[in-house]
């Protein structure tokens, strides 16, 4: 079992930038992938970005070019760098370890 605390959502204007952050704890060893997702109210949820324990990372076509997964292993915390935020990445941003959720971190892009 993989227990993530999320932390770094909030209120942004567009165009500025926020940064996420997801610490795991638990059996961390047996992570294949890591990152989050996001859901906006009524729609399904997609990927925003994930990032394996080698370093790839994969992006969703929405937030390619100006998200950023990073990970620190030591940590065991993957970090999501997002710029020029528009009011479409309005959202719940729920980080992800295999099976495991955490519990939404809520991000609002609004003037």
């Known amino acids: 079992q993989v227990r993530l605390v999320e932390s770094g959502g909030g209120l942004a204007q567009p165009g500025e930038s926020l940064r996420l952050s997801c610490a795991a704890s638990?059996?961390?060893?047996?992570?294949?992938?890591m990152g989050w997702y996001r859901q906006v109210p009524g729609q399904q949820r997609e990927v925003a970005a994930l990032?394996?324990?080698?370093?790839?990372?994969y992006y969703g076509a929405a937030v390619s070019g100006r998200f950023s997964i990073t990970r620190d292993g030591a940590k065991n915390t993957v970090y999501l760098q997002m710029n020029n935020l528009t009011s479409d990445d309005t959202a719940v941003y729920y980080c992800?370890?295999?099976?495991?959720w955490g519990q939404g971190t809520l991000v609002t892009v609004s003037p």
């Open positions: 992800y370890a295999d099976a495991s």
């Open positions: 638990g059996s961390v060893g047996t992570i294949e992938a």
């Open positions: 990032i394996r324990p080698n370093g790839r990372a």
